[in-house]
């Protein structure tokens, strides 16, 4: 990738207020846009109570297209965890080389199989993804109607957004949601400016999948994060080495690696707002940083060293 596409940070002040506006409908967290037929949508709940999906569908809006007749519809059933993820694959499970079946290690990540084509996990760059719950948009992935994808490869990150000049985030990447969104899109964007709520990960990177990161969610007291952010930086990482600024002392920093496992740990003996993680003391992956502070609070973002 020719630029930064991940620059996380962390703000949590008023976030009580803010949840309450915001964190009450299902939204799209993970979109998966791999090899042949490896395509993947993960929905999140960012409520604290399980949300029935009878009634939500996905509706593919194909070369963005301001219909979905020839991009498929899939009806949403079972349920949906208060804080958790919900994942639909491709549900191709033979194929030809022109079609190839979709991996049998994705599916297995599956809440839900998608059905037959033109069904909307077979799309590509420039697809629209819709959420509804019944007659109402949820959220949006790409934007519906728009004519320039008639004939681009998907939405991009520089103007005009087309994919014309920049980096194609939409096509050959997986997106995950940024944790500072709270909802999902419910008016068609124009334009649809990609980087906006979604950092891109590199094509076939199944990693998070399953897991969302998303400031809705407060496992402690939540006057503990009154007037607390933080940043990671630089993120992508090149080398290994991050700095890590905040605006209360840090005591403790876990980076944890996809297996669960950690692969790096300091405690800060001194009090700092500030911590320097030294080059080469993470090999390349994508992690999950957990910053623990002094005031007890607990927040985490995810990282990626290339």
């Not at 014309?164 to 944790?179: F, Q």
Request: charged letters at 15%; glycine letters at 8%.
């Amino acid at each position: 990738m020719k630029r930064t596409l991940l620059f996380l940070s962390v703000f949590v002040c008023g976030i009580s207020a803010t949840k309450a506006q915001n964190c009450t409908e299902l939204f799209i967290s993970e979109y998966v846009e791999g090899s042949g037929n490896d395509k993947a949508i993960e929905l999140y709940n960012p409520t604290g109570n399980a949300i029935d999906l009878a009634g939500y569908r996905i509706e593919r809006f194909s070369n963005g297209q301001s219909t979905s007749s020839s991009g498929g519809v899939l009806n949403l059933s079972g349920t949906i965890a208060a804080y958790s993820t919900f994942v639909i694959t491709n549900g191709q499970t033979t194929g030809t080389t022109s079609s190839p079946a979709c991996s049998p290690e994705l599916q297995a990540m599956a809440d839900l199989l998608d059905g037959v084509y033109p069904a909307p996990t077979y799309m590509n760059g420039n697809d629209a993804i819709v959420l509804y719950k019944n007659s109402s948009i949820v959220d949006i992935l790409g934007k519906t109607g728009d004519g320039s994808m008639t004939t681009a490869y998907g939405w991009g990150d520089e103007f005009p957004y087309d994919g014309s000049v920049g980096a194609v985030w939409t096509e050959n990447h997986t997106l995950i949601r940024k944790s500072s969104v709270l909802k999902g899109v419910t008016a068609n964007p124009d334009p649809f400016i990609v980087n906006t709520e979604w950092d891109s990960l590199p094509k076939d990177t199944w990693v998070n999948l399953g897991s969302h990161i998303c400031d809705c969610y407060v496992g402690l007291n939540e006057s503990n994060f009154s007037n607390l952010s933080f940043a990671i930086f630089p993120n992508p990482s090149v080398n290994g080495e991050i700095q890590i600024s905040s605006t209360e002392f840090i005591t403790e920093i876990e980076v944890i690696d996809v297996l669960g496992q950690i692969s790096f740990q300091t405690i800060v003996l001194e009090k700092s707002k500030n911590v320097v993680i030294e080059e080469n003391k993470i090999s390349k992956g994508v992690y999950t940083v957990k910053i623990k502070f002094a005031n007890n609070a607990i927040s985490q973002a995810i990282l990626i060293v290339q």
